[in-house]
């Protein structure tokens, strides 16, 4: 993998999803991360020693940076639309977490910032970029298999019992499944079924008063034409749904069979957040995820029925389940991860090609998260308006 210019790229907020982000960050040859900006001083000077970079308090200083081309939105999800809008200002283009924000009004204004400055927007990482999910859609787009007629996803983590902040626990704020997991879903499926989902129907469960938010879902969306896809979560830590992906767990990594999800109980909310600061990246207790894994990325169970064929992506492949026989179309070992974000990210910027993962797309993700809170509020099916095909 080799660049012909590299990306200069800020990161406003050293959170959780930085430290995702990180090993992509650091190895992929065509980005190298200049500044950063982070409210926690611990968080600020680890990555000035680690990068030899700049680093600010505010998101305000790092835009100001003229070094800065590209802004990584990865600040609370509250705070994505303020830090989008305010990077597009100074002319930075745009690289935002998912959710791409809380309300479809301030993904408008996010796109409309972007149009204005002329810079690109995309949104991720979800797990639609992941390269077994890529390698299905183009087994969708060849016309081999026929066309999609269903897709069911599932996946059950301890999701809810990672340490949290107390807005992560307020689906107001951004919080719960629905914000956090089901942009994952959601956004596969819509890239594997098309992009149109036409309707919306979804229950979701808030079951542990400790835990005040959505911890799990179902939900079934109809797309135009006449494919569905069922989706389905449990994030209360108990079934691993990484038993059917023989042991490889989101981020690729062979887990230990033995091992369970975290179970651990805080005495106060504040307990809990310090818990969570002291192993953020900058923290005492802070320790780097493993910059290499074996397998690539993936978000539990997909399985795409198609007229000819089911499709199942894999952390190794894609499986291939036709006329009473399976194979496996291979895929090699990740040499980055998440090289898919930065694919896309260096074709729009350098080469001027339109993102796939863009901001009408990723409102279209959105749009279904926000109609499938709606539809479990109101227990009816809810239809959308906001679609965009790819």
């Known amino acids: 993998m080799s660049a012909r210019r590299t990306l200069r790229v800020g990161v406003a907020g050293l959170g959780r999803a930085f430290t995702v982000m990180l090993p992509t960050l650091a190895r992929d040859p065509r980005v190298t991360l200049v500044a950063a900006a982070d409210p926690r001083a611990e968080a600020r000077q680890r990555f000035a020693a680690d990068f030899a970079a700049k680093s600010y308090a505010t998101v305000a200083?790092?835009?100001?940076?003229?070094?800065?081309?590209?802004?990584?939105?990865?600040?609370?999800?509250?705070?994505h639309a303020e830090h989008a809008i305010l990077a597009?200002?100074?002319?930075?283009?745009?690289?935002?977490?998912?959710?791409?924000?809380?309300?479809?009004?301030?993904?408008?204004?996010?796109?409309?910032?972007?149009?204005?400055?002329?810079?690109?927007?995309?949104?991720?990482?979800?797990?639609s970029f992941d390269a077994p999910i890529a390698r299905t859609r183009a087994l969708i787009d060849s016309g081999v298999y026929g066309a999609v007629r269903m897709i069911h996803a599932l996946n059950y983590t301890d999701f809810l019992y990672r340490p949290r902040r107390p807005e992560e626990l307020d689906t107001a704020q951004g919080g719960g499944a629905i914000f956090n997991q089901a942009a994952h879903q959601v956004d596969?499926?819509?890239?594997?079924?098309?992009?149109?989902?036409?309707?919306?129907?979804?229950?979701?469960?808030?079951?542990?008063?400790?835990?005040?938010t959505e911890g799990a879902y179902s939900a079934l969306l109809t797309f135009e034409g006449e494919a569905f896809a069922s989706l389905s979560y449990s994030g209360y830590g108990r079934?691993?749904?990484?038993?059917?992906?023989?042991?490889?767990?989101?981020?690729?990594?062979?887990?230990?069979?033995?091992?369970?999800?975290?179970?651990?109980?805080?005495?106060s909310a504040d307990e809990e957040a310090a818990f969570k600061n002291a192993r953020n990246y900058g923290g005492a207790a802070y320790r780097p995820l493993a910059e290499q894994a074996p397998s690539h990325q993936h978000f539990g169970t997909i399985i795409v029925s198609c007229e000819r064929a089911d499709l199942r992506p894999m952390p190794n492949g894609v499986m291939i389940y036709q006329d009473g026989a399976a194979g496996l179309d291979p895929l090699p070992p990740p040499t980055v991860p998440r090289a898919e974000v930065i694919d896309e990210l260096y074709g729009a910027v350098v080469d001027g090609r339109v993102p796939l993962h863009d901001g009408p797309w990723a409102m279209a993700t959105l749009e279904v998260c926000l109609a499938?809170?709606?539809s479990a509020q109101e227990g009816r099916g809810v239809a959308l308006s906001h679609q965009v095909v790819r």
């Open 239 to 267: 079934f691993d749904s990484d038993e059917f992906s023989d042991r490889i767990g989101e981020m690729g990594q062979t887990k230990d069979p033995g091992a369970r999800g975290s179970s651990r109980r805080f005495a």
């Open 372 to 374: 499938m809170l709606r």
């Open 61 to 79: 200083g790092l835009c100001d940076d003229p070094a800065v081309e590209i802004v990584y939105v990865a600040t609370p999800h509250q705070l």
């Open 88 to 127: 597009a200002r100074h002319g930075k283009h745009l690289l935002v977490e998912k959710p791409m924000a809380l309300t479809l009004e301030d993904c408008t204004a996010m796109i409309e910032a972007a149009r204005r400055a002329s810079v690109h927007l995309i949104v991720g990482h979800s797990h």
């Open 188 to 212: 596969i499926v819509r890239l594997l079924g098309g992009g149109m989902v036409k309707s919306v129907r979804a229950a979701t469960g808030a079951w542990d008063k400790s835990r005040p």
